[in-house]
């Protein structure tokens, strides 16, 4: 009987990947436990072990193909004297558009179209290249580290691993050990040593593998590198970069799935950045680097594969406390950052062919916050929904939407309404996460109420 | 590797010797007494209601402090805990200065905002004056890790006691510090008790030093008590580091007086207890027998050192209570670099 080999899901955020290589030819006999392909993912070259025993009867996908869906037939095995061609019929037929398919657009690629003003982060007729959000990140460090011969990298796996998550891909070879530092498993240790490092004359970036494990540092984060410029009346600011995967990635459950913008937002002395898309997130991390202070800079998983237009410039920074309108509307103000513009600018098509004209803002850094634009925007349209990723109490809506209410009461014909991920950790099952995450459908809704239609 | 384990007698052997200069002693004795006459009239102001919050004297550690800064040249780093006083003055920051934050002044050194726990002073290169316990140990090595990768050097010196000796991040640093060769110096001052709880009560490792050994690092205990010890052990370390032979700790034997804050009422402990160390052990006691009974200062030499500690230690308080308080405006100032 005949056994379609499928592509592989190599991570938890993998939904399709490049057949880089094969190493198994049509005829050879496959062990149990044999490598037979190299299958390139966003974030690594993997290699592929066959499950079960047979004779290669037909690749169905050619070497160099990329986009391959997981789940689709990649390779046939079959018994000896069997025929190729007659197999597991229903798989098999889909097997050869995908193959062929060109690598599918991020659908939240196509939401920069929708920008509906130039940005005034650079000058008009820029050219623009696209990148993502991965590559922007690479970038920024990169050209920081080349410029200032202080900035230095350290964590878990930056190194020869090149990145758990590869956003520093090629850094070592090109900047050498001493500047990136692989370290061993101790968030505090070497978070406490980064401050150190600081305070000695280094700009330290510092990688968390993901923000979960920032809380194993976060007396340094806080008491060492957020307090100390105060408590020594501005003697010792501390120039550091605190990044890395922050919020929810997919089904790696409650210790794995958080977002902290709102705790580190929270505290003065830090600066709190959360870039959507690949030009903020190059444009805010190169000043991130460049800035006196200590900068909580969230990434999230999920967008590090997504690709962007982003200014073809030798050096682009994007000022702190900036928020980008990302587009204009009369209605209602969608107010909302990092992967919560994913949900706000789905949101605002939604409802633009239901009639409603939307306006769209991404704060990109919570710390400082640019209160004056979400502001002025309200005057315009007195109706505002907020959303974001993280739990419902004590977010960043509640701050927004008491603010509002403080400064904007006069203008507000609604209430302000908050769509946050819900009051609960994060599940496991496919289904409820999903639900457990603030959803388009919940932005769409919101705005409807405030709109009362 | 050294894991040499001296005790107290070191004591008697460098009294003995007699390669000490006298103005190396009268130096020790000088800065010795200014910390302990600085303390006494801290814990005094403390009672007045001029200095609030927590106050941690050092009153009975000063050979540690004065000892290992013996041993210092331009550019070395030191950062410790919060009982941090003794190491402010003995790395030459102003008097006046540290008493004036003590009192929550304009003329303290955090100009008012820091307080006893926090200050620091960029040019004596004294990165603080930490509260948390622990939190200053990789601190300390990252400071190392800056000269490292600027290719000077320069040595920190990172003090902690036996108490932040059990946190974790400790041993995070020293197996870090360790495997990039960094150069720290690890003093653990060991006054024997971490706030109340007595180092028995607290561990079985019978030395502290001993566990860097896991990690490779060298050691080793020290009397904390003779400051011609803690020098000569200083000297020893400092060589190490410099070298580029990466980290050393050194687990100074030594006792506090006083209580863990202004506010313990040291029932862990018996009065006899604290007299005997007085009166058999105290630092400033050793030096000064050493300079009478060589004949290397009389009396009067001494007393005048006394008076001259004495105006420094009473005019830092009137400038501590003369400083006003930081002006408003300063509540919102500093927060960013």
Known sequence: MAIDVLMPALSPTMEEGTLAKWLVAEGDHVKSGQIIAEIETDKATMEFEAVDEGIVGKILVAAGTAGVKVNDPILRLIEAGEDANAAPAPAAAKAAPVAAAPLAA?????????????SPDWPAGTPMKTMTVREALREAMAEEMRANPNVMLMGEEVGEYQGAYKISQGLLDEFGPKRVVDTP?????????????????????????????????????LNSAAKTNYMSGGQLGCPIVFRGANGAAARVGAQHSQDFAAWYASIPGLKVVMPYSAADAKGLLKQAIRDPNPVVF????????????????????????????WREGTDATIVSFGIGMRYALEAADILAKEGLSIEVIDLRTLRPLDYDTVLASIQKTNRCVCVEEGFPVASMSDHLASTIMQRAFDYLDAPVITCTGKDVPMPYAANLEKLALVTTAEVVAAVKSVCYR | MAAKSTTADTGATAG?????????LLKYYREMLLIRRFEEKAGQLYGMGLIGGFCHLYIGQEAVVVGLEACTKEGDKRVTSYRDHGHMLACGMDANGVMAELTGREGGYSRGKGGSMHMFSREKHFY?????????????????????YKGNDNVTFTYFGDGAANQGQVYETYNMAELWDLPVIFVIENNGYAMGTSVKRSTKSTTLF???????????????????????????????????????ILEMMTYRYRGHSMSDPAKYRTREEVEKMKAEKDAIE????????????????????????????????????????????????????
């Open chain 1, 106 to 118: 991020a659908p939240t690629a196509a939401a920069v179209a929708v920008v509906s003003k130039a």
């Open chain 2, 128 to 148: 603080g004056g930490h509260g948390i316990v622990g939190a200053q140990v990789p601190i300390g090595a990252g400071l190392a890790m800056a000269d490292k």
């Open chain 2, 210 to 248: 001993g566990r860097g050994l896991a990690y490779g690092i060298p050691g080793e205990q020290v009397d904390g008590m003779d400051v011609l010890a803690v020098k000569a052990a200083g000297e020893k370390a400092v060589a190490h580091c410099r070298a580029g032979k990466g980290p050393y």
């Open chain 1, 185 to 221: 498993i101790t968030e505090i240790g070497f978070t406490g040593i980064a401050v150190g490092a600081a305070w000695g004359g280094l700009n330290p970036i510092v990688e968390f593998m993901t923000f979960n494990f920032s809380l194993q540092a976060i007396d340094h984060i």
């Open chain 2, 286 to 337: 050793h030096v000064r027998d050493l300079l009478l009974g060589a004949g290397l200062a009389n009396e009067d030499e001494l007393k005048a050192i006394d008076k001259q500690i004495k105006d420094v230690v009473n005019a830092s308080a009137e400038f501590a209570k003369d400083s006003p308080e930081p002006s408003v405006s300063e509540l919102y100032t500093d927060i960013y670099a």
């Open chain 1, 298 to 325: 969230l990434e999230n998983e999920i967008m590090y594969g997504q690709s962007f237009e982003v200014p073809d410039l030798p050096d682009f920074t994007i000022p702190f406390g900036k928020a980008r309108i």
């Open chain 2, 16 to 24: 003995k010797k007699s390669n000490v200069s006298k103005d190396e």
